[in-house]
T-cell receptor, first 113, second 112 residues
Framework: NAGVMQNPRHLVRRRGQEARLRCSPM?????VYWYRQLPEEGLKFMVY????????ESGMPKERFSAEFPKEGPSILRIQQVVRGDSAAYFC???????????FGQGTRLTVV | GENVEQHPSTLSVQEGDSAVIKCTYS??????FPWYKQELGKGPQLIID?????GEKKDQRIAVTLNKTAKHFSLHITETQPEDSAVYFC???????????FGSGTQLTVLP
């Protein structure tokens, strides 16, 4: 899983600011998943993307959250007007072909103050 | 949707003993069941997985068993070592590429 790169590792934002979390999948992987982990809890699915397409966003809050995976560059998870409840660890995972298993990155720990 | 329950939430064992973590799932359509190990400050690391056409799978000191009829699966770690100490998560999905539903985690502590 060392191949999935997430940055930044830690991010501090004031309430009302925007947070941008980046994920570069493993080389050759074109399927990306975002999960959120609240303290002392398991991971919760947010969104599944392929290059330039959102496949499943059933776990994503309808407001303030968006995700993209452009043809070139990393996948971005964007949170607008952050609130304290957005504080969590956000993990990205990638899969080669949408059939084989997904590997996780180290996560971005977002703290909203 | 799928619901995965995991027990126990904490588990302490003596070095060399075995550890067993159990999970149940609700969606009979689920057929992929991975286990992840998460160390403090790191991302989940896949340690073993099993698919519904297999009842048991083993990899050195780690084994996973699956009972599709009862909808439960278990992780077995034998000859535990201090470096096995971590949080372990079970998960379930309809296939590896689709969204995983995670259990709430088990904090395993191996006492030297």
């Amino acid at each position: 899983n060392a191949g999935v790169m997430q940055n930044p590792r830690h991010l501090v934002r004031r309430r009302g600011q925007e947070a941008r979390l980046r994920c570069s999948p493993m080389k050759g992987h074109s399927h990306v998943y975002w999960y959120r982990q609240l303290p002392e809890e398991g991971l919760k699915f947010m969104v599944y993307l392929q290059k330039e397409n959102i496949i499943d966003e059933s776990g994503m809050p309808k407001e303030r959250f968006s995700a993209e995976f452009p043809k070139e560059g990393p996948s971005i998870l964007r949170i607008q007007q952050v609130v304290r409840g957005d504080s969590a660890a956000y993990f990205c995972a990638s899969s080669l072909d949408g059939i084989t298993e997904a590997f996780f990155g180290q996560g971005t720990r977002l703290t909203v103050v | 949707g799928e619901n995965v329950e995991q027990h126990p939430s904490t588990l302490s064992v003596q070095e060399g003993d075995s550890a067993v973590i159990k999970c149940t799932y609700s969606d009979s359509a689920s057929n992929y069941f991975p286990w992840y190990k998460q160390e403090l400050g790191k991302g989940p690391q896949l340690i073993i997985d099993i698919r519904s056409n297999v009842g048991e799978k083993k990899d050195q000191r780690i084994a996973v068993t699956l009972n599709k009829t009862a909808k439960h699966f278990s992780l077995h770690i034998t000859e535990t070592q201090p470096e096995d100490s971590a949080v372990y998560f079970c998960a379930a999905s309809k296939d590896p590429a689709r969204q995983l539903t995670f259990g709430s985690g088990t904090q395993l502590t191996v006492l030297p």
